[in-house]
């Protein structure tokens, strides 16, 4: 079989043009050759494409790429992450039904399960990864799904994919991981039992703060009743998002080399540093979860996180001292991003929950960029210099 870097190239649309790289494909809808043949293609009985609402070549050709780099059977693009995180669930469960989850969630994840949901009566509890034993008791008779997202954002907890494929299948749940963090390229949870993988195709899988875009990737029969929800509810992919995202996957494991290339020098040279009560990256030693990064990961992807002593004024401090890293709320950029989770992205939680997920004032999170490494070093440093 081709290798990850192989397929992310060269699986592409075709069309009777010979184009060496896949066109754009910018329309609405599709001519049938016949009425027999629009009739066949409404009813499933032949596959081709009939409105850029339900596929796309440039979808179809991104959804196979991913598909081949996460080992799953099939999948859906949707318009952005959010727009993935909600239909993986939407698609699949219905009034009266139960999630567990992880308790460290990106935060309009966090939302949805707490304000969206349970307006249609789909509740949910969340479970902490300290305490694998504790989930079998959160368990209730109408759980159908374990949601998790591994790494965590911000706080980069890891969670035992091996445990959770075992657990769910016990219990008969539907095992949906957000792989957005490690990208198809570090991680694989397909292979460790979840049945749906999502994710923001913004972050990494763009990789230049270009486009929206989302996916969920998974067992055929499952995507199957995903695909129905998304077909009628709308949440489509524009065929030019899809084509620029499948084009960003070619280069993506080379990225992702140079991502944790970088963040795992930035996280060694500032451990142990006098402004700092902690730096957290899965692939330091004295992260809680080493191990099992180190198991399940290729390498430690290139998030990390800066708790400076000091608190709130510290940590806005140091932000309006760099020079080069920008501050936005997006990740994955090939550029260098610096947010502070708690005033920004996770600000709607409250300081209780936020506190349950390790959400400090002083809590910083750094998406490394592809710069030279030293430039990288040199504005963290003299930002922590001069915030002091």
Same mark, same amino acid.
């Given at each position: 079989?081709?290798?990850?870097?192989?397929?992310?190239?060269?699986?592409?649309?075709?069309?009777?043009?010979?184009?060496?790289? !896949?066109?754009?494909?910018?329309?609405?809808?599709?001519? @049938?050759?016949?009425?027999?043949?629009?009739? /066949?293609?409404?009813?499933?009985?032949?596959? &081709?494409?009939?409105?850029?609402?339900?596929?796309?070549?440039?979808?179809? =050709?991104?959804?196979?790429?991913?598909?081949?780099?996460?080992?799953?059977?099939?999948?859906?693009?949707?318009?952005?992450?959010?727009?993935?995180?909600? &239909?993986?669930?939407?698609?699949?469960?219905?009034?009266?039904?139960?999630?567990?989850?992880?308790?460290?969630?990106?935060?309009?994840?966090?939302?949805?399960?707490?304000?969206?949901?349970?307006?249609?009566?789909?509740?949910?509890?969340?479970?902490?990864?300290?305490?694998?034993?504790?989930?079998?008791?959160?368990?209730?008779?109408?759980?159908?799904?374990?949601?998790?997202?591994?790494?965590?954002?911000?706080?980069? =907890?890891?969670?035992?994919?091996?445990? /959770?494929?075992?657990?769910?299948?016990?219990?008969?749940?539907?095992?949906?991981?957000?792989?957005?963090?490690?990208?198809?390229?570090?991680?694989?949870?397909?292979?460790?039992? /979840?049945?749906?993988?999502?994710?923001?195709?913004?972050?990494?899988?763009?990789?230049?703060?270009?486009?929206?875009?989302?996916?969920?990737? &998974?067992?055929?029969?499952?995507?199957?009743?995903?695909?129905?929800?998304?077909?009628?509810?709308?949440?489509?992919?524009?065929? @030019?998002?899809?084509?620029?995202? !499948?084009?960003?996957?070619?280069?993506?494991?080379?990225?992702?080399?140079?991502?944790?290339?970088?963040?795992?020098?930035?996280?060694?040279?500032?451990?142990?540093?006098?402004?700092?009560?902690?730096?957290?990256?899965?692939?330091?030693?004295?992260?809680?979860?080493?191990?099992?990064?180190?198991?399940?990961?290729?390498?430690?992807?290139?998030?990390?996180?800066?708790?400076?002593?000091?608190?709130?004024?510290?940590?806005?401090?140091?932000?309006?001292?760099?020079?080069?890293?920008?501050?936005?709320?997006?990740?994955?950029?090939?550029?260098?991003?610096?947010?502070?989770?708690?005033?920004?992205?996770?600000?709607?939680?409250?300081? =209780?929950?936020?506190?349950?997920? &390790?959400?400090?004032?002083?809590?910083?999170?750094?998406?490394?960029?592809?710069?030279?490494?030293?430039?990288?070093?040199?504005?963290?440093?003299?930002?922590?210099?001069?915030?002091?």
């Amino acid at each position: 079989m081709p290798h990850f870097e192989t397929d992310a190239i060269r699986i592409q649309q075709r069309s009777n043009q010979r184009e060496h790289s !896949s066109a754009l494909y910018l329309n609405s809808s599709f001519v @049938f050759e016949s009425a027999e043949e629009a009739r /066949a293609m409404f009813a499933e009985e032949i596959q &081709g494409n009939i409105y850029s609402r339900y596929s796309n070549p440039n979808s179809s =050709e991104l959804i196979e790429k991913v598909c081949r780099a996460e080992g799953t059977e099939d999948g859906i693009a949707t318009a952005s992450g959010m727009a993935a995180m909600f &239909g993986s669930i939407a698609s699949l469960l219905q009034q009266g039904d139960h999630i567990l989850a992880s308790r460290s969630l990106f935060g309009s994840t966090h939302q949805l399960l707490t304000r969206v949901f349970p307006k249609w009566g789909i509740t949910s509890t969340y479970g902490d990864i300290a305490d694998y034993q504790n989930w079998e008791k959160l368990l209730q008779p109408n759980t159908k799904m374990l949601f998790l997202e591994t790494p965590s954002n911000p706080g980069l =907890e890891i969670i035992d994919l091996e445990w /959770a494929g075992k657990f769910a299948a016990a219990h008969g749940l539907i095992l949906v991981v957000d792989n957005c963090f490690a990208t198809p390229y570090l991680q694989q949870p397909a292979q460790w039992g /979840a049945h749906l993988v999502t994710h923001s195709a913004t972050k990494y899988i763009d990789g230049q703060g270009r486009v929206l875009g989302g996916l969920i990737l &998974g067992k055929k029969e499952l995507i199957t009743e995903v695909r129905f929800f998304t077909r009628h509810t709308g949440p489509s992919i524009s065929p @030019f998002n899809a084509w620029i995202l !499948s084009k960003s996957m070619e280069t993506l494991a080379v990225r992702m080399d140079r991502h944790c290339e970088n963040a795992e020098k930035v996280a060694r040279y500032f451990a142990g540093c006098p402004h700092l009560d902690r730096v957290n990256y899965p692939f330091l030693p004295s992260h809680e979860q080493y191990d099992l990064a180190v198991k399940q990961m290729k390498a430690g992807g290139g998030v990390l996180t800066l708790t400076v002593k000091g608190g709130l004024q510290r940590a806005q401090r140091f932000i309006d001292k760099l020079q080069m890293i920008s501050i936005t709320p997006n990740l994955g950029d090939s550029r260098s991003i610096v947010t502070h989770p708690a005033s920004t992205t996770h600000s709607k939680l409250s300081v =209780e929950e936020r506190q349950k997920v &390790g959400i400090t004032d002083g809590l910083i999170r750094l998406s490394v960029g592809l710069e030279h490494h030293e430039d990288i070093l040199q504005d963290v440093e003299r930002a922590l210099e001069q915030s002091k």
